[in-house]
């Protein structure tokens, strides 16, 4: 009889121990698929937007394309510097209180929002600097900007490639002026700026940056963007259709 109970036990427990590895395997499998098929969609996904930057870089006109670019897209303007070998593209709003206006002085493009009053707002500029086609872009910032600063208040390193709108050129190098250990505390961080090429220095109040384009390394420009930013295309800001011309 007691035997009879005992194998009773063992079957019953047998069955368990079955039951318990069944459902253990059908969950950790179902893991496994879950992980395949979310990596298959992240990958996607990536590809995707590999696919649509790639898409919004190509569409950036270049200057042959100027005079159709703007009988397509009327608010889409295009500004050529011949003298500085340098264009950009902008969009002008049709309906507005104010226009964006552009200004070209010595070394400088600038570009402004003039309301209707007169007042001018929302300045950003383009300033272009000549280099030794052999010298490359952080020697050629550290001998034009930094001889009066020390490497240890102010260092030159690669931007993070992150603020929203931005689709970055391959054929481009981008370099910024940062502030070494910044401070928390605002005025404090102030201070520090006064340590470095201000101008030219990332802060909260212009997260501009310096830029030389592959093929024509005899020069290169700091573009200062302010605090907002000014449209080309869906999803890309103006200093992302710049160009270095011949």
């Not at 696919?51 to 670019?69: F, I, W």
């Amino acid at each position: 009889m007691k035997l009879g109970v005992l194998s009773v036990k063992m079957r019953t427990i047998v069955i368990m121990v079955l039951v318990i590895f069944v459902l253990l395997g059908a969950f950790y499998l179902g893991m496994y698929y879950s992980s395949v098929k979310y990596s298959r969609e992240i990958a996607l996904l990536v590809t995707q937007l590999d696919t649509k930057a790639a898409n919004l870089v190509r569409c950036a006109p270049s200057p042959k394309d100027q005079t159709s670019t703007r009988k397509v897209e009327e608010t889409l303007q295009t500004y050529t510097s011949k003298k500085l070998g340098l264009s950009f593209s902008y969009l002008q709003p049709k309906e507005s209180q104010g226009q964006w206006v552009t200004e070209e002085a010595n070394d400088t493009i600038s570009i402004y929002y003039q309301h209707q009053s007169g007042i001018k707002t929302s300045s950003k500029f383009v300033q272009v600097f000549y280099k030794d086609a052999q010298q490359s872009l952080e020697a050629a910032i550290k001998e034009q900007l930094m001889q009066n600063f020390s490497a240890e208040d102010c260092t030159i390193t690669t931007p993070s490639m992150s603020y929203n709108h931005a689709i970055y050129s391959p054929n481009n190098e981008y370099l910024v002026i940062r502030v070494v250990n910044q401070n928390e505390n605002h005025e404090e961080f102030v201070k520090q700026l006064e340590k470095c090429p201000n101008t030219y220095t990332f802060s909260w109040k212009d997260n501009g940056y310096f830029v030389t384009d592959k093929m024509h390394q005899d020069r290169f420009a700091y573009v200062s963007l302010g605090q907002d930013s000014i449209f080309a295309y869906p999803d890309v800001s103006w200093d992302m259709t710049i160009r270095f011309l011949d």
